[in-house]
């Protein structure tokens, strides 16, 4: 027969683990499948660490806001060091279309419950220092976003997970999505069998072969992202600095330094590159070094580490898919963070655990409407 559960999460990683975790909060017998060896080896390592509520997208900015509540408050709840900075976002602007933008979407932000001004050159300067002032026109700030290590609180989900009963089995694959009458029955994987009245898809980068299992199309395209760190240095920016200028090669880029002093780096390739390859490229440091240093002339002194590259689980419009498939009763998507998973994470796994026990809270309505996996596709959110 196979052990029963409650609920089977599939998937470790940025919104998974959080699942899990939260379900098992509720008081429900949970168990998470992944196919890598422990937690987070998907694109959770992937990650650099932002963790930002300003989106333009009022579903994004609610899931990040309640995830900057659980990664601001984790250490004074449960010990565990996260090396949680509340540094902000700055994005800066240097043209008038980025300004113009970038002040548009203030009056959404603002709406939705967003801590964001514009700031003009000189008290932008004052934010972060180090950059060229030459052309500067100003810029957002929102000084509650921050950041965090994925490794540390993948890690810190996964034990206190497993300290409220999560069973987590590693190293397995997901071969069959169980169903009977319309309704999902559990899960074969490489190793066993195991049943639940729900299964949640949140697979991450591979989450649209998982939905084929159970018989449906999900349109999650990963997109490979490089990224970089440098040594680690004395403490000289605050905030991650986003600059959404368009080049040759790359739609936009983003950098900050980290608690302990490396300076993190990645940069959104135009066009995508789609695919599931990880290696890191000889393109992506001369690429995205000019423009960091045209932009803040004193990283030119940095020594970079090393570069990796992990996945963006794309869906055509740029938002996540979450929430039940109508078709069949009991599986639930989670799926299609666009390389924000890290960042709404908590958020969605507080929602995942609302849904599964049919206790939704105000305002979640909304965000399932807006995230809807049987939405109509189309545009993209203007701060992917």
């Keep these: 027969m196979g052990a029963t559960y409650d609920v089977i999460v599939v998937g470790a990683g940025s919104v998974g683990m959080p699942a899990a ?21 998907g694109s959770n390592k992937a990650a650099i660490g932002g963790i930002r509520a300003t989106h333009s997208q009022p579903a994004k900015i609610k899931l990040c806001l309640d995830a900057i509540e659980t990664f601001s408050t984790w250490e004074e709840r449960h010990g565990d060091d996260l090396e949680w900075t509340q540094g902000g976002y700055v994005f800066v602007a240097y043209r008038e279309e980025e300004a113009a933008t970038l002040k548009n ?41 921050g950041s965090a290590s994925p490794m540390r609180s993948s890690h810190a989900f996964h034990r ?6 999560v069973t987590c089995r590693f190293n397995e694959r997901v071969l069959e999505i169980l169903q009977s009458k319309g309704k999902v029955s559990g899960v ?51 905030p991650m600095v986003v600059d959404i200028r368009p080049t040759p090669g790359a739609r936009n880029y983003y950098f900050y330094q980290h608690k302990p002093g490396q300076v993190i780096f990645c940069i959104t390739p135009d066009p995508p590159i789609f695919g599931t390859d990880r290696r890191e490229t000889s393109e992506f440091l001369p690429l995205i070094a000019r423009r960091m240093v045209g932009l ?36 639930l998507e989670a799926i299609g963070m666009c390389g924000q998973g890290y960042m709404l994470g908590p958020g969605v796994g507080a929602l995942v655990s609302r849904l599964v ?27 992917s």
């Design 21 to 41: 975790m939260f379900l098992a909060e509720k008081g429900l017998k949970v168990l998470c499948l992944d196919q890598f060896a422990s937690p987070g080896q």
């Design 105 to 145: 979407l203030l009056t959404v932000q603002k709406r939705y419950g967003l801590d964001i001004d514009w700031y003009d050159t000189e008290a932008l300067l004052a934010i972060a220092p180090g950059l060229k002032p030459e052309g500067l026109l100003g810029g957002t700030f929102s000084p509650g976003d």
């Design 160 to 165: 206190r997970a497993t300290g409220l009963g």
């Design 188 to 238: 074969v994987t490489d190793q066993g069998r195991y049943l639940a009245p729900v299964v949640v898809n949140a697979a991450g980068a591979w989450a649209r072969g998982l939905a084929k299992l159970a018989g449906f199309h999900s349109p999650v395209n990963p997109d490979c992202h490089e990224a970089g760190i440098t040594e680690p240095v004395a403490s000289f920016l605050d």
């Design 296 to 331: 803040m002339p004193r990283l030119a002194n940095l020594k970079v580490r090393r570069t990796w590259r992990g996945l963006y689980p794309m869906t055509p419009d740029g938002s996540p898919m979450v929430g039940w498939r109508e078709e069949l009763s009991g599986y």
């Design 357 to 383: 026990t049919d206790s939704l809270a105000d305002g979640d309505a909304a965000v399932l409407a807006e995230l809807s996996p049987t939405r109509v596709f189309g545009g993209q959110e203007a701060l």
